[in-house]
């Protein structure tokens, strides 16, 4: 299984900004790249793109860790739908919607 790691930057942008992964496979570790990075992000379905996005990691909010060390990496579910999921950033001064691009491969 390979970790991608996707940092949350504190204007609400990813870096890298599109990320390919594996179901079953892969998994995804969202971490905080500065002190007021968002410390959460919502996955939804990218623009265009009719995935369920609840498949992805069988969750729609994912926590951000502070640093790479962070115990929260998502798994790929085996059941997320093939296509592309767009991670968004709260609501608020620094929200960034479709800040980033998950795109799910067989």
Avoid: W
């Amino acid at each position: 299984m390979a970790t991608k790691q996707i940092n949350i930057n504190s204007n609400g942008g990813c870096n890298p900004s599109l990320v390919s992964g594996q179901r079953a496979v892969d998994s995804v570790h969202f971490v905080q790249s500065g002190p007021n990075a968002p410390t959460s992000v919502t996955i939804t379905a990218a623009p265009g793109s009719t995935v369920d996005a609840l498949t992805l990691f069988g969750t729609t909010t994912c926590t951000v860790d502070a640093d790479a060390s962070g115990p929260n990496a998502y798994a790929i579910q085996a059941n997320a739908n093939l296509g592309n999921y767009s991670v968004d950033t709260p609501s608020g001064l620094r929200a960034v919607p479709n800040a980033g691009t998950i795109t799910v491969t067989g």
